[in-house]
């Protein structure tokens, strides 16, 4: 919980800067390709916070990773010398997260977590998407995953708001209402 406080704090102040700056989605798609090669490398933090290197190889690696960043956004690289002074790069997976549900905010966008009993094609991700956007009154982007204990259907989480449509979810709302009229 406290990483994803401090993480927060981080991802509101870069997202101020954005905001100056008009930088917010390039800083957005930066975190997230950030985030990602973190994800796919943890060594990279590793090294970076750890002390055992050596402080020059470190620096070196950070200005590496910063000098692939557009030359422009000076404040972004900024901030990422920051995270590295702090030893904060651990949780940039968190910052970004974080960021995202800033920009989405910003934008008018909701995000959708929709869990189905099994592998949704394109066009039902986007016809749910659509009609998701239609009820909200807000742009929905949909994070589709599988879990096949809903055994048909799908369930969508908007912050919230859940919307079960899961045959799991109808037969766990028809047990509570026999069990009701049974007590």
């Given at each position: ?6 993480a ?15 930088r ?8 997230n ?16 916070d ?21 030359p ?6 900024n901030?990422?010398r ?23 905010r ?10 189905s ?5 394109d ?20 994070k ?33 209402t ?6």
């Amino acid at each position: 919980m406290k990483g994803t406080i401090v993480a927060r704090r981080y991802a509101r102040a870069l997202f101020n800067i954005g905001l100056d700056d008009g930088r917010i989605e390039d800083y957005r798609q930066a975190l997230n390709e950030l985030a990602a090669l973190f994800r796919e490398d943890h060594r990279i933090s590793e090294v970076l916070d750890n002390p055992m290197y050596d402080k020059s190889f470190r620096d070196q690696l950070i200005e590496r990773l910063v000098s692939s960043i557009n030359p422009e956004w000076t404040e972004f690289a900024n901030f990422l010398r920051l995270l590295y002074d702090k030893r904060r790069l651990g949780i940039i997976g968190d910052i970004a997260d974080s960021f995202q549900e800033l920009a989405d905010r910003e934008a008018g966008r909701l995000a959708a977590d929709v869990i189905s009993a099994t592998a949704l094609d394109d066009k039902t991700v986007e016809r749910i998407g659509e009609a998701l956007s239609t009820k909200l009154g807000n742009k929905v982007q949909v994070k589709v995953a599988i879990d096949a204990s809903l055994l048909a259907g799908f369930r969508a989480q908007i912050g919230s708001l859940v919307i079960d449509g899961s045959v799991a979810g109808q037969i766990n709302r028809l047990r509570d209402t026999l069990t009701q009229g049974n007590s």
